[in-house]
């Protein structure tokens, strides 16, 4: 192990204590602030990385787009087959009585 290595796992250790340190001092309240921060940080990133997928290749973000159209459409199709069947087995007419 070289000296850059070592120096490397230091600041990895003393950057781990610090941010536990700042975790411990925080209300929870901040800590929510800094959550929501780093969530918004994350939706930019990946918004720019999508447009620029997209505008690298249009043809590939139009066809998942029609395939999630065609799931939703499927799964719309199929829940109302399955509670129309549910619905015709509870409106069926109860066996006729023996009457002896």
Not at 1 to 18: C, F, I, P
Not at 66 to 84: D, F, I, P, Q, V
């Amino acid at each position: 192990m070289n000296k850059l290595d070592s120096y490397t796992d230091r600041v990895a250790d003393l950057a781990g204590k610090v941010g536990d340190a700042v975790k411990e001092h925080l209300p929870d309240h901040a800590m929510r602030w800094i959550e929501t921060g780093a969530a918004i940080g994350a939706i930019k990133t990946g918004s720019r990385v999508a447009r620029t997928a997209i505008k690298r290749n249009p043809v590939l973000a139009v066809a998942a787009v029609a395939g999630a159209g065609l799931l939703w459409y499927a799964a719309r199709r199929r829940n109302s087959t399955h509670s129309a069947a549910g619905n015709s087995i509870t409106k069926r007419a109860p066996p006729p009585s023996r009457s002896s």
